[in-house]
């Protein structure tokens, strides 16, 4: 009975907090991506065609808004133009992708072409779940947090369809075609940016307009990671802006770059005072990296098995290294100046994969 009521007055709150038509801005004016930022893709695989969104699916990355939001409602139109085609939009998102991921930490709202058919694990009908270190507690759930649709409403290729996402208070609820079929709550976190996918094959979005509601007021950790200035080095369908020694050692797969190891990769700009990060996987106790100001990284404590995230800031005066979030090398050097202008290079000895390569440039 309580499950009932609260259910109940969910719903009602989503009605009553801003279902009426007034207050609606453009999220996309139609014409180009201003106000949104292409985060670790190719610079083809986001277009505007026809007042339309078109992202070719290649790489697997994200689309990023400028301004993060909070409590909001948004209005898309979809269509996948192949079958069993995949994507999804994120709200609630971080600034940039999750260490060894070419998406977000947030919440998606699953955007799934019929074909793929319909199995416990997931739906083609408007799915929602939190991904990658976020959490949501799904209202229609099978045993994860996962929240699943109560009715099967979307069109298959090349149809339209469309999306209306409520988000309050870390409370979700998602209306396929005209009628809400999925609804979470407890989000975290609450406030953060509006991403769309790319995920392996060409879909469309247009008519896209958002009404922000008012704050409820989110503690610290309830907001998403900020924009800092870093853009990525990597466009995930090519080697543009790096030199090789070997040509074909280098292998582009996707959002990750990889190799067999004894052959480096460097950046054809030069850099100075920067901060930069790099995600790898492979097995030894070094960072597979040549930095400017710095030579090599050398041995790292702690270094995972699985995906490892470093990040180097160099400027003058100063050189740290952060691994997977900690503090591993720090010092503070007496420098006159001025530094000089050198390569990012990628040098592992072994077999190793990188991803999500990002650099920012420091004055």
């Not at 699943?148 to 208070?169: G, I, L, M």
Request: proline fraction near 6%; include cysteine; charge should be positive.
């Amino acid at each position: 009975m309580t499950y009932r009521v609260n259910a109940l007055f969910v719903a009602l709150l989503f009605f009553l907090d801003g279902y009426g038509e007034e207050g609606f801005k453009p999220l996309f004016n139609g014409k180009n991506l201003e106000g949104w930022r292409n985060i670790n893709c190719a610079p083809s695989t986001w277009l505007v065609k026809d007042g339309m969104i078109h992202c070719t699916g290649k790489p697997i990355g994200e689309l990023r808004t400028l301004k993060m939001y909070e409590n909001f409602i948004l209005e898309v139109e979809w269509r996948h133009l192949k079958p069993r085609g995949n994507a999804g939009i994120f709200v609630w998102a971080d600034a940039y992708t999750a260490k060894g991921q070419p998406f977000h930490r947030g919440v998606e709202v699953q955007v799934l072409e019929n074909a793929y058919g319909n199995t416990r694990g997931y739906t083609t009908h408007g799915d929602i779940f939190p991904i990658h270190g976020a959490k949501m507690m799904p209202l229609n759930g099978r045993g994860g947090s996962r929240a699943f649709p109560t009715e099967n409403r979307s069109k298959p290729s090349p149809q339209w369809n469309h999306y209306r996402v409520a988000c309050n208070d870390g409370e979700i609820s998602l209306a396929v075609n005209g009628k809400v079929v999925t609804r979470g709550k407890a989000a975290k976190p609450r406030k953060g940016y509006i991403c769309l996918e790319s995920e392996g094959s060409p879909v469309q979005f247009r008519n896209m307009k958002l009404k922000e509601l008012p704050s409820t007021n989110p503690e610290p950790e309830e907001i998403a990671k900020a924009e800092a200035g870093f853009h990525s080095l990597y466009t995930g369908v090519d080697l543009s802006g790096w030199k090789s020694d070997k040509p074909g050692a280098w292998s582009v797969n996707d959002w990750r770059l990889t190799t067999k190891g004894g052959n480096a990769l460097r950046t054809e700009k030069k850099f100075t005072s920067y901060e930069m990060f790099a995600d790898f996987r492979a097995d030894g106790k070094e960072a597979p990296l040549e930095l400017p100001n710095i030579g090599a990284v050398g041995e790292l404590d702690n270094l995972s098995k699985g995906w490892n995230r470093v990040q180097v800031t160099r400027q003058l005066g100063q050189f740290k290294v952060e691994l997977n979030g900690k503090l591993v090398k720090e010092a503070k050097l007496r420098e006159r100046g001025p530094l000089k202008p050198g390569h990012i290079t990628l040098c592992p000895k072994v077999a190793t994969q990188f991803a999500n390569i990002f650099v920012k440039e420091l004055k």
